[in-house]
């Protein structure tokens, strides 16, 4: 790369690097929707050989030189978001991650990928059998693990242990802001729900129990999300157990979903999710690919993005009004009995319940704050693993206000832990806040937005997000991208007038 | 890889090439059958970026000091065949490979990659309009550098530089033996197709005119592939553009086909020459993935395997006995006017045509022989590209009695030169030969086989086939493996009898 400068040379070597990662991400895919059984074998040893090479170039120390000769000429060096040019911004994030992975020592990098493999193997076995004790050796060995790992990167400026983990997700997230964030979001919630239930009326759900032929609802949400924007020119829909987004590059976006045909609107729901997760990541600047400007800026807003089409959208009494008159197309007469007003109070229900997966719009975020407490106190050294299972129950009960009757509806239910994810789950309630933060913003620009909506018109709305979130890529830290976009730091304001506003109507109360 | 013995380490370096390779073939597949339109440009640094790191591993010089080493220890010198020991085999053809592959300088190996991914495009652009003027330059650079290509490969021991470009394609397959071998094959093709034409009764297609929905042609072709043994569980059946087989390893093996409603023979056909391919890359032995030992011998057997199913099996009188009457259970009664001795005339139709892809069992061996004699006078420099068309066309008058309308349906019908591929073509007529000539040796040792298929049986037959040709991956050479499995050196009495027997009964003649 003679004649280069350093910074160019640092973005060449960056872009080979993710093209390497995003034969990963395939492979990926693969596993989750196309691979054969009898594939799994080999596959391993593909992901393993190409994570291995990825590792391998992430860590070079020409990166580390690069990056100091960039430094000296002056870019990425002032604090995040004081400096959007783009090298700046480029430099910023790629000194991060060079700085992350070069203080993970080899063998602890190697120690948690072997564990965090048969772990995962592990808890799938425990969590049949609701066997917390199978588990549990597992999981006292990473959070040793994690806890070494959070030392090895050491703390943020007045922050602990577990923010050195949230950082790979959410930068800048810190426990002690979070707790402050959520402790009085959860009595509002709290509060809401009762009200809900003491006060209010329960819509029926019949809407979503009308059994459906999976073929046609498949065509009925690649008919929905292709409205809302998702280009399948430059993406796909598949079918997989967990529904999930994969991108490797703006032209080649991949969501999932799941059917039942008793649960049309879950599957309608889960896909708009993951369809809003495609448009960010298909909108992300294709000029930018493979470097940090082209890529998500954070979990959490990422998250917005599915939760501001899932729920703002897809749960919205305009969009309702609009879609309720398509179903006849996909459906011939077996929704006929429900109008526009039974349609979206059936999709608005709220109910706590054991699993975060099901959870509904209104509860979701009280899941989480379970696991935040207990991943927080685990990395602190402040809870044994042997009573993770009473606290689990202790808080769903406190929180929930429901009783968990074994482990496997209990803390066994997902699968972060067993990856060895900690720091990860906040960004599912922080993405609840920025949807509503973001969506009010929207609103505010386009005065008719709804109006839209009930026309079947999602454009101005996904135009509006493309500027003011997708295009940005990783130019500004997501406080800072959300102050921009939303003139305010983030806050539980929006999310819960948000939730209140349309309850209160949904319940009658 | 320290207190390992060389050839432990050998293998062990090109079990990790091979999943690198395996990575890139997987990537290509997913190309053909899933990617969407907007993801080619991300797709070819993927592709460019896997074979780069597969080619310096490949020529790794490494490589060579543990083939000395091996060599030095008495693996491997043998002439093929004389030591079938695996060590034996595995080097002998990691010898080959790597002296193949560090011959060639790098920057004809960049040269050709590149001007073959440009000449595959403008091939289809001149293809479309019919316009071989617009392939000329290309086909004249292309065979520039496969003339380049073979002088530095170097011409095997009394044999001419084409001879070096097939090599690669099916060991030990010489110009000469090839001509002295198709000169009478062709001879007695003509005289065949033409008693067929001028004393037989042309039977009717009517059978595979009949339109019928291409959800049901596919469980249909499903159900008769897995009949035939080809294990869903370690592989899958998708659509492409073009039929093919994808083996990464036998526990991952991925076939494709493509369907008309009105052409179900067709798809039947394709589908069940792919599983064919598809059962040898499953039938493999898993111990020696990764290495040749676990790899096909050659092109020429690996046609051999799908031509087998596809003809001898597919095309066979005892296969139709049992197939029609399943036809119900997927077709209804749309073919109910068509009994056994229709449906199996009907696929068995003979007539001389234009394109390859579509020719029937007879005529097909006479469009290779087209592309063989070209392709070995254009290497030789014995003809000039400019003359390729009008040479085409005489030999299709020539060899099959038809008059070539367009470049279109003559000369630019295939992909192969534009992507660099001399010396493949006489692979698909070996595959007919050795389809012969292993059904044969396998009927002698199994002597109700045709009633094993009648009864929808056919588990002895993939069992042969294992035993004889699979399980052995590149042990002995493919002319070897040919003595072994039937007895007798590679020849075209076996095909001949099959067809002449076949054909007269079904033309009546």
Known sequence: MAGMGAYDELIELQRRLHVLESVGELLAWDQETMMPAGGIEHRSRQMSLLAGLAHERATDPKIGELLSACEDDGLGTGPSGSDDRAPSA???????????????????VSELAETTSLAQHEWARARERSDFGRFRPWLEKLVRLVR????????????EPWDALVDAYEFGARAADLRVLFAPLRERLSALIDELRTRGTRPDRAFNAVKLPIDRQE???????????????????????HPFCSGTHPGDVRITTRFRDDLMCDALGSTMHEAGHGIYEQG????????????????????????????????????????????????GSAL??????????AVN???????????????????????????????????????????WNALYRDYLGVEVPDDRQGCLQDVHWSCGLFGYFPTYALGNLYAAQLFAAA???????????????????????GEHVHAHGMRYPAGEL??????????????????SDKLRGVYRC
């Open 284 to 331: 992300l600047p294709p000029e930018h690919a493979g470097t940090p400007l082209g890529e998500a800026v954070s979990l959490g807003i990422h998250e917005s993005q599915s939760r501001l089409w899932e729920n703002h959208v897809g749960r919205s009494l305009a969009f309702w009004r609009w879609c309720q008159p398509q179903l006849g197309r996909f459906f």
């Open 482 to 499: 959300c102050r921009r976009a939303t003139g305010a730091e983030l806050g539980a304001e929006a999310y819960l007038s948000h939730l």
């Open 349 to 391: 229900v709220v109910e706590p319940s054991l699993i975060r997966v099901e959870a509904d719009e209104a509860t979701y975020s009280l899941h989480v704050m379970v696991r935040f407490e207990i991943e927080l106190d685990l990395v602190r050294g402040e809870l044994e693993v042997a009573d993770v299972p009473a606290r």
């Open 336 to 345: 006929d009995a429900f109008d526009v007003e039974r349609a979206y109070r």
């Open 90 to 108: 480029n430099v910023r994030e790629l000194r991060r991650r060079y700085d992350r992975l070069t203080k993970l020592p080899a063998a602890l």
């Open 219 to 241: 065509a009925f949400v690649r008919f929905v999300t292709e409205r809302m924007g998702f280009d399948y020119a430059r993406g796909r829909l598949d079918r997989s157990a």
């Open 148 to 159: 070494r790992k959070a030392e090895c990167i050491g703390s943020p400026e007045g922050g």
């Open 443 to 465: 609103e505010r620009a386009i005065p008719d937005l709804t109006e839209q909506f009930a026309r079947g018109e999602f454009a101005a709305l996904a135009a509006w997000l």
